[in-house]
Structures are given as C-alpha cells and as structure tokens.
C-alpha cells in the first residue's frame, strides 16, 4: 500500500512539473495579456500604418444575400483572390460596400468588397506582438458564435487554449496534493489556503451584494 | 489521508546541509522559491479556478451557462431630487445616491440631449439601465439580475475599461479592488511560472525531458504569438 501511494505520489510530481513546463508560455501569454487588457495599454511600439491596395475580383454569386457561414464561405473565396488569410470578425453593408475585419495575432485587416465595381480594398495594419497576445486572449471568445473559428488556426487556437486551462486545472488540483503530502506545510499551507478562500469570497461578496 | 504519503520537508532543510556559505545561500533561495511557489499557488487557487473555468465558459457558449435568457428584469419609475450643477458623472453618482443603487457607471459615448441622463451601472450580478428626466425629477429604472453563471461570465471581463473606448474610467471602488485582483492573479501567475523553472533546474535528473516539454511548449506558443503573422503576412 505503501508502495502504491508513493509511486502515486512520484507520477503525480512529475506530471505536475511536465505539463507545468510545457504550458508555462500559455500562462504567461495569458498573464501578460491580461494586464494589457486590464490597463488598455501597450509598453511599446503600437500599431503600424496602413498600407492599402485596391483589386478588381470575381464576386461570388450570393454573397450579398447570404448570411452567417455561408455568406462566411463566400468572402473567404473573394480573400483567396487578394491574398489575405484569417478570421473573418464579422461582416456588415456600409454604402453598397460590405466591410470585413479580417484578423490574425498581430494583424489586422480591413477588407470593403464593392460588388457592383468587382473591386476590393484591402487595409492592411501590423499591430505588433503585445496586441497579437491581447487577441489571442480574448479568442475565440463569446461573440458571433455562428461565424467564429473560421480560419482553421483559430480552431487550432481554441483547442491549445482549451487544452491549457484543462492542464492548469489538471496542475492547481495536483498542487493541493503536492502541498498536502509536505508535512511540514501542512499548517502554514492552510492558514494562506483559507486567506486566499476569505479573500476571494470576501470580494465577490462586496462586488456582487 | 492515511494513504497519502508524508515527505517530511525538514529532512531537505538546507541549513543544515554541508557546503560553503554560497551554496548554503543558494539552498536557503531554493527552499523559500519553493516555499512561495507553494503559498503563492494556495491563496490564488479559487482565483485561478474562476477564471480557468470563465475562461472555457466564454469558448464554448455550453447550454447549462446561458445566463442571458434566464435573466429578471424589472422596471419602475420613481422620483428624484434634481442633482446640483455638475458633469454627467457627478449627476449620474448623486442619481445612483438617492436610489441607493451602486456599482459601475457607463455614460452614453454621445452627449445625452438637454434635461435627460443616460447611463448605465453594472455590477457583476446586477445591470440597471437609467433613463432620467432632469427636468421632471422622474428616472425610469429598468434593473437586469442575472444567475450565478451570469456572475461567472462577466466577472471574467469585469474591468471598466475598453481599448476601444479610451474616455472610459473606472468609477466605483469594487471595480478598482477587482481590477486589483486581476493585476495580483497576472503577477502570482508569473510568478508561479518563473520559481517553476527554479525549482525544475535544480531537479538535474529532469533537465532533459523538462526542456523537451519546455522547448515543445514555447515552439507551440510562439508559432501563434509571432509565426503565424509572419507566416501568412
């Protein structure tokens, strides 16, 4: 028995310390972004100019009357045509010209397809490194969930994302039994547990009352 | 807890190893690294949980959480002091006084017309929409509570402030001190993450597999961060 629960034990260090490593810079993208979030604000650089270029496109039959991710479909075939690549944000009619927010970490793209000229203008902007990891945070998000994940690595993300909450979870449940298993922190270790419970339910109390 | 082995910390106490003063002094760094590793992960671990599981709450849209059509809402009107001269702030907080409403204000991003105030005040269980006749002294009160889920869901996002809105400040205490919070959960994060790499570096037996996982982990991370632009420019 004694046996079974130290190797227990060994395998949950070590799982603990392995998938701890291998999320470590998704804990920190997600740290770092989160206090750009919280202060709407960027150390350095910021975005870069606009670079715009007009092209004459096929227009996709359709693409004016469709909706959701068929009208999605449809962009994306006039995007392959300029070469741009992304997440379709959304899609709305502004003066006969539909405007598409394309984005990827680090650049955003604004599309306005003219149907009636079969041109299109592409806006292009690099918006640098810290504003790629404030959109990574925030992707994929809760809006427009009938369109969102339409570039594949958006579905990628969403799953690495996914994966690393499930592991930090996977980690903070180990951490407890790591904590548990060190007699000698045992006291201490509850007394910060039970600040940090106070602490919590003491602010959401305050925030929610 | 029987079951549970008992590692009995005192017996790596580096006091009392051998060694010369450095080492002794690189072994006391390491124990209280692992120590704050430890105290930190503790007192942040509901903080963590709520905002891991917000977090796949905001992804996934799973139908157990859909706060939103579960909502109350009612509306009364009641009367009101006029609020002395002052911006639309000082209005809407002498406002919110008199009604003993209290929480975050958002004023509309236009002007509201002459003799009318507009605003909104959040908090994370309560919304209330504020619609007042200044002239009249008559607001109409329209106040949204949402469930447990709902508190989950915009606890997440709870900040008070919007890049796309430079104009907007926090106003109300709470939202500072949650504000605050999220500041403390980023750096005890980051902190978690950097006493890791301490602590593994001094384990020399997994040096080799923890800097393949390590390595897997930036490569994965850094593709998105930095490749993908690069990659499809």
């Given at each position: 028995m004694q046996s079974i629960s130290r190797q227990i034990y060994v395998w949950t260090r070590n799982l603990h310390l392995y998938f701890g490593l291998a999320i470590s810079p998704f804990v920190l993208l997600f740290s770092v972004s989160l206090i750009f979030l919280n202060h709407t604000w960027i150390p350095l650089g910021g975005p870069d100019r606009v670079r715009q270029s007009t092209a004459v496109v096929s227009i996709p039959p359709g693409l004016e009357q469709l909706e959701g991710m068929a009208r999605v479909e449809k962009v994306k075939e006039v995007m392959r045509q300029v070469g741009v690549t992304g997440e379709v944000s959304f899609i709305r009619m502004h003066d006969g010209a539909l405007i598409v927010p394309v984005q990827k970490p680090g650049q955003e793209i604004i599309l306005s397809i003219f149907p009636q000229d079969n041109t299109v203008t592409v806006a292009r902007r690099n918006t640098g490194i810290w504003d790629g990891m404030m959109y990574l945070h925030k992707t994929?998000?809760?809006?427009?969930?009938?369109?969102?994940?339409?570039w594949v690595y958006t579905r990628i993300w969403r799953w690495a994302a996914d994966a690393t909450v499930y592991l930090l979870l996977f980690i903070s449940a180990t951490g407890v039994y790591l904590w548990l298993v060190l007699k000698a922190e045992r006291k201490i270790g509850l007394v910060i547990l039970g600040a940090g419970v106070i602490s919590f339910m003491g602010v959401v109390y305050v925030l929610c009352a | 807890m029987s079951s549970v082995p008992e590692i009995d910390r005192q017996a790596f106490d580096?006091?009392?190893?051998?060694?010369s003063e450095w080492q002794s002094f690189a072994r006391v760094i390491d124990l209280w690294n692992g120590k704050l590793h430890c105290y930190v992960g503790l007192y942040l671990l509901l903080f963590i949980w709520l905002f891991a599981f917000s977090g796949l709450m905001l992804n996934h849209h799973w139908k157990?959480?859909?706060f939103w059509s579960k909502r109350k809402v009612s509306t009364t009107v009641e009367a009101f002091h006029p609020p002395p001269d002052g911006s639309d702030l000082e209005k809407a907080k002498d406002l919110m006084r008199q009604l003993h409403i209290a929480g975050e204000v958002e004023l509309g991003e236009a002007p509201p017309a002459a003799g009318r105030l507009d605003f909104q005040v959040t908090t994370p269980r309560l919304i209330y929409a504020l619609h007042a006749d200044l002239v009249k002294g008559v607001v109409t009160l329209q106040r949204t509570e949402v469930n447990v889920w709902g508190i989950v869901h915009i606890l997440h996002t709870y900040?008070?402030?919007r890049r796309d809105n430079p104009h907007l400040q926090r106003t109300w205490a709470g939202i500072r001190i949650w504000s605050f919070c999220m500041d403390a959960l980023a750096l005890g994060l980051i902190f978690l993450v950097l006493s890791s790499y301490i602590m593994w570096w001094g384990l020399k037996q997994h040096r080799f597999w923890g800097l393949i996982a390590l390595f897997g982990g930036y490569l994965a991370c850094g593709f998105f961060v930095v490749g993908l632009a690069r990659l499809y420019p």
């Open positions: 994929p998000g809760p809006h427009l969930a009938n369109i969102r994940g339409n | 580096p006091v009392n190893a051998e060694g157990f959480e859909d900040s008070g402030v």
